[in-house]
């Protein structure tokens, strides 16, 4: 499986935007970009997904490389409620299957 | 709705005992699957299904057994345990379409478990 390498940990100040990186050098032509994030003491949660574009949805916004090799993942205006662990993972849609591999995340600090 | 559930919370057991984790979803989703989290790791996949009667063994499958015998619930079962599975559990389930399809994945609360 392709692998993801994203910072261990990041801070940002309220109210300002937050760029997370994530580099997959290896990827593939079928995999997929996802992110999910895990606030304390929850169930990771869905943030977005992308192929090529660009992506948009409420609570992000997905920057991916024009050769794939990196991607970003924007929070537009960070809130305290944003601050958990941020998980990039790569998933090949050939085999038709559901697995999430998951490494050990960027830890988002959000500062008052 | 009220999504994936798990049951209990938290739980200690001994060495050696066994026990069931509970997961239900009310989405009528195919996809369903166990992962563990160790302190300062990410989740580890332990079994998934892709359907009724359907499963597969994951990233760290010993010392765990799954079957789905219906849409809604993936039991994992815990045959004797030990202190190294000390951990949180988390279930999962999404649909489960043709290649190509991308639909997210819904996770339960988590159940936090002690082995001594």
């Known amino acids: 499986d392709a692998k993801t390498t994203q910072p261990n940990s990041m801070e940002s100040n309220e109210e300002e935007p937050v760029h997370l990186p994530c580099n997959h050098s290896t990827i593939s032509g079928t995999d997929y970009i996802h992110w999910y994030r895990q606030l304390p003491s929850q169930g990771p949660e869905y943030v977005i997904h992308?192929?090529?574009s660009n992506v948009n949805n409420r609570m992000a916004s997905l920057a991916i490389a024009e050769d794939r090799k990196s991607s970003t993942l924007i929070l537009h205006r960070a809130t305290l409620r944003d601050a958990a662990v941020y998980y990039c993972i790569l998933r090949d849609l050939n085999f038709g299957n559901e697995k999430l591999t998951f490494g050990t995340g960027t830890r988002l600090t959000i500062i008052p | 709705n009220a999504g994936v559930t798990q049951t209990p919370k938290f739980q200690v057991l001994k060495t050696g005992q066994s026990m069931t984790l509970q997961c239900a979803q009310d989405?009528?989703?195919?996809?369903m699957s166990w992962y563990r989290q160790d302190p300062g790791m990410g989740l580890r996949l332990i079994h998934y299904s892709v359907g009724a009667g359907i499963t597969d063994q994951g990233e760290v499958p010993n010392g765990y057994n799954v079957s789905r015998s219906t849409t809604e619930d993936f039991p994992l079962r815990l045959l004797s345990a030990a202190p190294s599975q000390t951990s949180v559990y988390f279930c999962a389930s999404s649909y489960s379409g043709l290649a190509g399809a991308v639909y997210e994945q819904y996770f339960g609360p988590g159940t936090r478990l002690t082995v001594t």
């Open positions: 989405m009528n989703h195919e996809y």
């Open positions: 992308g192929l090529t």
